[in-house]
Each structure stands twice: as C-alpha cells, then as structure tokens.
C-alpha cells in the first residue's frame, strides 16, 4: 500500500514565469532531466510565443541580423524538451494557495486568445527579466524607442529603414533632425548600437539610395549622463570603447543630463539641443513594475526581488528569482565592498544552472547550496570594426583587457553558449552552418 501510494503521488509543480536567456534554459534543462523521467511537472509561462536573446536586440534593431533566423519558439522548445509551454503575463500572486495569476492574452487585433488563468506551484522561479528606467523624464514614453523586445527592435529598425529612404525621395532639403540618431545611455547597449547603426546605415544606403550622402547626411550621437562611456566596466575599456566611436564617426557626450525628449531633439540640462529623428532611450534598468510587493514579497527600490544567497526570496522558500530581477547580494564586488550582481546574461546563466541543481536538492531532501558569482568579464561589439573586453572581470584585479578578433570570437562564444544550452551541439553546429551558407547568399543588412 506504501509503494503504491507513493507511485501514485503527482509529480512536484514547477512553474517558471519569463522566457528569458535564463527562464528558457532552466525549464529546457529542467525539461531533459525531471520532466522526461517524469518526476517534475514544468510550466514556462511567458508574455511572447518566442524567444530572442536579449544581447541581440541590438543587431535587430541596427538591421544587421534578421530575428527570424534567431528565434525559438517555446511551443516547439517545450515539445522537444518535455515541458509546458502557456502564453501570458503574470499579473499576480497568491503565496497561500500558491498560485500564479496570468493575465488573458490578446491578438494583435484585439481578441482574446486565452482567459485570464492561475497556475499552481509548489516551487515558482520568477525570471522576468529587467527593462529601462526613464526616471520619469518628460517625453521619453511619447518620443523615444525603449529595446527591451524584439517588436521594440522591430519597429526601430522600420523606422531606420523609412527614414532613409524618405531622405531619398524628397526633393526638399533635409531638416536639421533628419538621418540624425539620439541614443541616449552609454552602456552596452547604447555603444554596441551606436557602432551598429553607423555600419548598417552606410550598407543600406549603398543600395541604390544615391541621393543620401552617408558620410555627411547621417549622424549617430550617444548621450551619457556619467563622465564616461561604459560606466559600469572598467575605465580602461571605456577609453577605449570611447577612442573607437569616435574614429568612427560617433559623437559622444558625456557629463550630458537629458532634461526632456521633444519629437526630433533631446534637451540637455546645460541648455543644448540634439536635433534627432530617430531616438533611442536605452538608460537606466529596473525589473518590471509587477514586481514591486508582488505577494508580498520584498523587492527593492528598482522593483527587484530580495533573494538570500540560495536564490530563494527571503519571505518565502518555495519562490526563487533570478536573473536581471532579481537582487543577489555580490560581497566581492567593488573590492570587497560588496554589492550586487549585475544585470548581464552570464548572470543569468549562472543562477539558472545553481536553481537547475538547487530544484533537484530539494526533490532529494538535500539542503540547499549558496550561489556565488563569477565575474568572468565583459565584452562590447563595435559592429563589425572591431569588438573589444576585459576578461575575468574583478576575479584577476582588474583582468585582461582583450581586443580585435580574438574578443570578437569571445564575444561571439557567449551567443553560441546560450544556443548549446538550448538546442545541444548537433542542432547548434548544423545551424552555424546553413546561416554561414545563406549569408553568402543574402545582404549583410536587412532592407525590410
């Protein structure tokens, strides 16, 4: 009777809201190991129906990788490795009957496609990841293109697109914003777009659009409040993040406060005026606004979740967050100070590898390990120019600033990562392959 109770027990819950670079490897990990043996129930629960790393957001939205070619679908992802996948966003919790609460998903036209629903747990992983922080500034939501989702990279892209060939049909002059780009934050994004667009942008016109002089017409500037580029890495790569850009034709401000965002200009604090068409806000992070006392449970000022070095949420065991949303203390960080993990994808694919091996801990009876970070350095894209990193992060005092080709096949690696993660070598290797054969075949830039 014992055995046969035991057989006959449901499986443990595990639901993971958010699809993300560390969401959708943990459920795809959790998929192969529990899920196929059975002795997991997994549920992915996202606001999209696919997946693009965050990372390359970017390269959509300068043209310069077509999303189609890059994106997981998670119904398909969940099929092949033996979780569920439901549409949704979480709009609530309910920790005493352990319930996620989604929110109906709509249609583009405005339909319902699902109800609202609520998932049971008996461990929730909350991975929702982060988005930028306006800090309230006047014209931003109105004037300015945030790229936290592929749609976001989409619609800018589309933009850059029209705005080109606008120039090239009219017979006006150009207006003093026109072909002119305002990205206003100089982290990774910022720069690693700015030097995107400035490549894209030539390319593109280089296609038939003679009547726009690339050289004179367009103009990229990257707007930074701090005193330098790439504030939160080490100075050494920001000047010469900063030297790059600037050879490249980029204008860079820094020291520079933007008070408010007009259609076609950016009004600094000191008095001047950016004329801009096409502007980019990619300043500040904050984890989504759902989270902010989401079941009670403490978050702090940025919106993200408090968890103990386990990753669990300190008010409530059977919940961990990871990623961008979550707050991870970092003692070693700002040489021993302490701190907090930053907001970088080998991030989140440390903590979804520690809450893969935490989950089966528990299942077991085992006592839970602390999750330590490991600072492996960072690594900035300059478009095709050059790519350029400093390695091993604070772990080697400061590490080893890298450069050229040896940091772009670094920097490519990590993409290559997330996707072995996902998909396995076979599939991974065989993909490599067909892209390197179609673009041979196909512009460099998309066109559409």
Request: hydrophobic share 40%; proline share 4%.
């Amino acid at each position: 009777m014992k055995q046969g109770a035991e057989r006959s027990a449901p499986p443990h819950r595990v639901v993971i809201v958010g699809g993300g670079a560390g969401g959708l490897e943990l459920a795809t990990r959790l998929g192969d190991t529990l899920g196929r043996r059975r002795q997991a129930d997994i549920t992915l629960i996202d606001c999209k129906r696919s997946h693009v790393w965050k990372p390359k957001l970017h390269e959509i939205a300068a043209g310069s990788m077509d999303m189609n070619d890059h994106e997981v679908s998670y119904l398909a992802q969940s099929h092949w490795h033996h979780f569920r996948y439901r549409v949704g966003a979480m709009t609530g919790l309910d920790r005493q009957r352990r319930e996620v609460q989604v929110a109906p998903y709509l249609d583009d036209e405005g339909r319902q496609v699902t109800p609202k629903r609520e998932f049971g747990y008996d461990t929730l992983v909350i991975a929702i990841g982060s988005q930028s922080n306006d800090f309230g500034t006047p014209g931003v939501a109105e004037h300015a293109t945030k790229l936290e989702t592929s749609d976001d990279a989409l619609r800018f892209h589309a933009r850059v697109v029209n705005a080109c060939i606008r120039a090239h049909a009219q017979s006006t002059p150009l207006r003093p914003e026109q072909l002119h780009v305002a990205i206003i934050g100089a982290g990774a994004t910022g720069v690693e777009l700015a030097a995107e667009l400035h490549r894209t942008t030539r390319e593109m016109v280089a296609y038939g659009l003679d009547r726009v002089d690339a050289a004179k017409d367009i103009r990229v500037s990257l707007i930074e409040a701090a005193p330098r580029v790439l504030p939160a890495l080490p100075e050494r790569l920001s000047t010469a993040t900063e030297a790059l850009l600037r050879k490249l034709g980029v204008e860079v401000h820094t020291g520079a406060k933007v008070a408010e965002v007009q259609a076609g200009s950016v009004h600094l604090h000191d008095g001047r005026v950016l004329p801009a068409e096409l502007i980019v806000w990619a300043a500040g992070v904050k984890a989504p606004d759902v989270l902010a006392g989401i079941g009670g449970l403490e978050s702090n000022r940025i919106n993200q979740l408090v968890v103990r070095p386990t990753l669990q949420t300190t008010r409530d065991d059977n919940i961990f967050a990871l990623g961008d949303c979550a707050a991870c203390a970092w003692p070693e960080a700002n040489q021993g100070q302490g701190g907090f993990v930053p907001p970088r994808a080998q991030a989140a694919h440390q903590q979804a590898s520690h809450t893969l091996a935490q989950i089966k801990r528990s299942l077991a009876g085992k006592p839970l390990k602390d999750y330590r970070y490991r600072d492996f350095g960072s690594l900035v894209s300059l478009g095709g120019f050059s790519t350029v990193g400093n390695m091993m992060g604070g772990a080697a005092g400061g590490g080893l600033l890298v450069e050229g080709w040896v940091a772009r096949m670094m920097y490519l690696s990590l993409y290559k990562m997330h996707e072995l993660a996902l998909h396995g070598l076979a599939k991974v290797s065989l993909d490599t392959l067909a892209r390197l054969i179609v673009r041979r075949t196909e512009p460099h830039v998309k066109l559409h």
